[in-house]
């Protein structure tokens, strides 16, 4: 019984220390990201302008921490005075999403290509996913409304989804939100993420593995001053009351079309669901590219009146 003991306890303190080592290191590789630049994009500028007669400009702001943060905005020959925001993926650049603005380029909306923090071309020491890009948003939205008068919009696949939808929540300016593959909150799909990529499944990681998320989230607290489990969607949805259109594929393994459900649950008075069947990750615009744009562009047109901020700032 006394040998049984020890190893018992031989094992749970060999475990624990396992825990420790591998959260912080779990926190690391999540903090900090690969990088990927979009260069001089040369080939992206030289369609747009065959396209749309339009020249692609490098502009960029400070960050509430001094993080540099770099963007390419673009304005149609015929500018009808609205921008939409487009936000990318995790480990991706502006050049993810630039084949989205086709669709608002060729209906007079500007465009704002961002390289989120800690991605591309753009400064920061962390990606946060979204609690402190959300306000590198709100700051975008402010530049943008230096140049365009109406209405702004965005739109976000996966991280940028769920960075567009915090955004929302401290951002009023903005006349209507799309995402598309949105988390609802970080350690769902933190249990998730990590169920599909070491396959062990999503249980293992909320049980017998969770001592190594709690560490992770624990050491970026006290190391950096973040709280992880504040990147959440679902209670930005629940503050926002900006119009927000959530679209998932039933065939999304990476962020579970569930996020989106129960995102909508907690938002169904200003939100909208669009389920695609077959759909995979970010596989809207492939499955059903016609009435992607359809419902995106009408979603926005819908929803083409200045917010209340603005309305009151006017008066």
Same mark, same amino acid.
């Given at each position: ?182 988390? &609802? ?6 249990? =998730?993420?990590?169920?599909? =990529? ?33 990147? &959440?969607?679902?209670?930005?949805? =629940? =503050? ?76």
């Amino acid at each position: 019984m006394m040998n049984g003991t020890r190893t018992l306890l031989c094992a749970l303190g060999t475990y624990g220390l396992f825990s420790v080592v591998a959260g912080i290191g779990l926190a690391e590789l999540s903090l900090r990201l690969p990088k990927r630049s979009p260069g001089d994009g040369a080939v992206y500028r030289r369609r747009v302008r065959r396209q749309f007669d339009a020249q692609v400009q490098n502009v960029s702001i400070r960050g509430a921490d001094g993080a540099l943060l770099n963007a390419w905005f673009v304005q149609p020959l015929h500018p009808g005075g609205e921008a939409v925001i487009l936000l990318h993926g995790i480990t991706d650049n502006r050049i993810g999403v630039s084949g989205f603005g086709d669709i608002f380029l060729s209906h007079g909306y500007s465009i704002l290509l961002p390289d989120s923090r800690e991605h591309g071309d753009s400064g920061g020491r962390l990606a946060t996913y979204g609690i402190l890009e959300r306000q590198d948003v709100n700051r975008w939205v402010g530049w943008l409304r230096q140049h365009d008068s109406g209405c702004t919009y965005l739109f976000g696949e996966s991280m940028g989804a769920a960075i567009g939808l915090q955004a929302a929540a401290v951002t009023p300016q903005l006349c209507a939100v799309a995402v598309e593959s949105p988390f &609802s909150n970080f350690r769902e799909i933190a249990f =998730e993420r990590l169920g599909r =990529e070491t396959h062990l499944g999503p249980f293992f990681w909320r049980t017998a593995g969770r001592p190594l998320i709690e560490v992770a989230i624990l050491y970026t607290r006290l190391r950096y001053g973040i709280r992880l489990t504040d990147a &959440s969607p679902r209670s930005a949805v =629940e =503050e926002a009351k900006t119009p927000m259109l959530l679209i998932a594929g039933t065939a999304d393994h990476n962020i579970p079309m569930h996020h989106a459900e129960e995102l909508y649950r907690d938002c169904a008075s200003h939100c909208e669901l669009w389920i695609v069947k077959g759909a995979d990750h970010g596989g809207a615009s492939t499955v059903a590219p016609v009435e992607f744009r359809t419902r995106i562009l009408g979603w926005f047109q819908l929803h083409d009146a200045k917010p209340a901020a603005m309305q009151t700032k006017a008066n």
